[in-house]
C-alpha cells in the first residue's frame, strides 16, 4: 500500500468511525427497549457498536501494514481532475437552477457547458444536443412517460 | 404441474405486445449500457429504472431484467473489438475473443458468445422454473427469525466473497444497514436520524443512491481515465466453422453448469464464474496452449457460464427475497418502487406477476440472439460515440432518475452525494457492493429482528429454539470465520469488488 493510499484509508476510516460514534449517540437518545421488546434505537446503537469495532480494528490493519514509498498519488491531476471537478460541479449548478427555472432552461445550460467543458468544440453539435437533451427529453419524459421533471417559470 | 400451468399463462402474458415491447426495448437500452465502456449492469439499470416509473409492474419488471442481461452480453461486443470489457463479467472474454478479432475472427467470437449466451440463459431459467418455486413454498414456512437468519446469512457471503478486506466489507454493511434505518421506526413510527429535515422522514431513497454510487461513481472514474479506442473488426463473416461449433459445444454446456449454480450463492459476482468456466475450460482442454491465443471455448465458456449466472442469481431473488450483487439488489429495488416485495409471498400473492418476468427470461433471451447476431456491426458502431455525450446522457438520466420518484431536488443532490462518495470509495479500493445490499435488505433485517425478540419478551435464545434459524446464522458465520483463517483456500471465489 502507497503511503498516499495509506493515508486515504485511515482518514476514510476514522470518518466512517466517527459516523458511527455519532449513531451511537443519536441511537441513546432513542429508547433502547421498551415494554413491547426492542426499541427503536434498539438495532442502530448494536449495529453502530459494531460499526466501531470494525473501523478501529480497520484502522489497526491499515496502521501495520507495510508502506511502499513511491509517487503514486490516489486523485488525479491535471485535465483529469478537472473533467472529474467539472462534472460535480454541472451536476450542482444544474440542480440549483433547476429550483428556480425548470429542467428544460437548467438542462440547456448543463448541456452546453458540459459538452463544452469536455471538448466539444462544434457550436452547432452543441445547440443541437442541448435542445433535445433539455426541451426533448423534457417533452417525452412528461408527455409521453408520464414522468413529472421541474416546470419552467412559464408553466401555468 | 402448477407451475408450469403458471409459467405456460406467463408466457401467454410476456407475449402480449405491451409486454413484447419492454422486453425488446429493456434488451436493446441494456445491450447499449453493456458495449459503453465505463458503464456496468448496476449502473446501467440503476440509471435507466425512471423509463419504467409509469409502467405497470410486471412491465417495469420485465424492462428492467431485460436491461440486466441485455448489458451481461453486451459487454462482450467491447471485450471482442477493443480488449476493454464493458462490464466486469466480461473481463475474461478479452484474453480470447480480443485476440480472435486480431485474426479477422470477431464475427466468430461474438456469433459464439451470443448463442452461448442464449443456451446458458434459456438452460438457467428452466433450472429456475424447476427450482425457485418449491424454495419459495419452503421459505413460507419461515417465521421472522428464519427471515433474520437468512438475511444475515446472505451478508454474510456477500462480505466474505465481495472482497480483498474483510473488515472493510463489514464496516460497509454495518454503515449501508446504519443508513438504511433513517427515517421513520418501521415498528412504532419515531422518526429517527432525521435531524428535522422533513425529505428524511422517508428515508434516504435507494434509487438516488445507487444512482449515485453506481451510475455518476463510474462516470467520474471513466472521466479522469478518458481513454480512444482502436477497433478490431471484420463483421462480414459472423457464422463460427464446424470446427468452432465442435470445440464450443462442450463449453457451452460446461459454463451453464457452472454460471446456474454460483449464480444460486450470494456473494459470487459475475466474474467468479466466468473466470471459472474458463479455467475448468482450459484444464479440460487437450490443447491448453492455445488459451489465450484465441481459442472460441475461452469464449463461448466465459460467456455462456456470464449468462447462466445472470439468470441463477434471479432464484434468490424470487424464492427467497435475498438479492446476491448489487445489480439484483438494484432490481430489487424496483419491486419495491413498485410496491413489491419479491420473496416467497410474491409467488404466493402475485403468482402471474412472477410467472410473466419468468416467462420474459425465455423471451428477452430469443430477442438478445436476434438483436446480436446480425446487428453486432451496428452495436460496434456505438463506441465511436464521442464521451462528452456519452457524459452528458447518462447524467441527464441520473438526474431524471433521482428527482422523477418522488419529485424531490433533495434526491437529486442525494444522488450527487453519493456520486463522488462512490468515487472515492472506488479510487480507495473499498467494496460497495455490501453497503448497497445492506442498504436494500436493513429495513427487513430489523423489522424481523426486532419481531422475534417481541415474541421471545426479547431473549436471544429463540434463535438456539428454531434449528433452521440456528443453522442459517451458524453456516455463513463459520464460513466467514474460515475466510478469515484461511484467506488462501478461498482465493479463487473472492474478488476485489462485486461487478
Known sequence: MSRNARRGWLVATATMMAICVFAIWQSLLLSLTDRLGPGPGFFSFWLSLLGVLFAGLLILDVWRKPVIENDETLFPRGESAFRVLIIIGAVAGATLLMGWVGFELAMLVFIAVLTFALGERRWYAIGLFAIAGSFGVYYVFTRWLDVLLPPGPWAA | MESLGYLMAGLGAALSFNNLLFAFAGCVLGTLIGVLPGLGPAAGTAILIPLTFNLDATGAIIMLCAIYYGAMYGGTITSVLINVPGEAASVVTCIDGYQMAKQGRAGSALAIAAIGSFVGGIVATILLVVVAAPLASLALKFGPAEFFALMVAGLCLVVGLAGRNILAALLMTALGLLLSLIGMDPVRGAPRFTFGVEELYDGIGFVPVVMGLFGVGELLLAA????????????????????????????????????????????????????????????????????????????????????????????????????????????????????????????????????????????????????????????????????????????????????????????????????????????????????????????????????????????????????????????????????????????????????
Open chain 2, 224 to 499: 479522469e481515465a478518458r481513454q480512444t479506442h482502436l477497433i478490431q473488426a471484420d463483421l462480414k463473416k459472423w457464422y463460427p466453422t464446424r470446427d468452432e461449433w465442435r470445440r464450443s459445444s462442450g463449453a457451452i454446456g460446461r459454463g451453464t453448469v457452472i454460471g446456474f449454480v454460483l449464480g444460486l450463492i450470494p456473494g459470487v459476482g459475475a466474474i467468479v464464474p466466468t473466470f471459472m468456466a474458463y479455467v475448468l475450460e482450459k484444464r479440460v482442454s487437450k490443447n491448453p496452449e492455445r488459451f489465450g491465443k484465441g481459442a472460441i471455448e475461452g469464449v463461448a465458456s466465459a460467456e455462456t457460464a456470464n449468462n447462466a449466472y445472470a439468470n441463477g442469481s434471479m432464484v434468490p431473488l424470487l424464492a427467497l427475497g435475498v438479492p446476491s450483487s448489487p445489480t439484483i439488489a438494484v432490481l430489487m429495488g424496483a419491486f419495491i418502487v413498485n410496491g413489491l416485495t419479491p420473496g416467497p409471498f410474491l409467488f404466493q400473492e402475485k403468482p402471474e406477476l412472477v410467472w410473466t418476468v419468468i416467462a420474459s427470461f425465455f423471451v428477452g433471451n430469443v430477442l438478445l440472439l436476434i438483436l446480436n447476431l446480425p446487428l453486432v456491426g451496428l452495436w460496434a458502431r456505438l463506441l465511436k460515440i464521442p464521451f462528452a455525450y456519452l457524459c452528458t446522457g447518462v447524467l441527464i438520466f441520473c438526474i431524471i432518475g433521482a428527482y422523477g420518484l418522488k419529485q424531490s431536488l433533495f434526491d437529486v443532490w442525494v444522488m450527487l452525494g453519493f456520486g463522488v462518495l462512490g468515487y472515492v470509495l472506488r479510487k480507495l479500493d473499498f467494496p460497495i457492493a455490501p453497503a448497497i445490499l445492506a442498504l436494500i435488505l436493513g429495513p427487513m433485517m430489523e423489522k424481523s429482528l426486532r419481531t422475534t425478540l417481541e415474541i421471545s419478551g426479547g431473549s436471544f435464545a429463540i434463535f438456539l429454539d428454531r434449528p433452521l434459524a440456528l443453522a442459517l446464522l451458524a453456516v455463513p458465520l463459520i464460513v466467514l470465520a474460515a475466510i478469515v483463517v484461511r484467506p488462501r483456500a478461498f482465493a479463487n471465489l473472492r474478488q476485489t469488488d462485486i461487478e
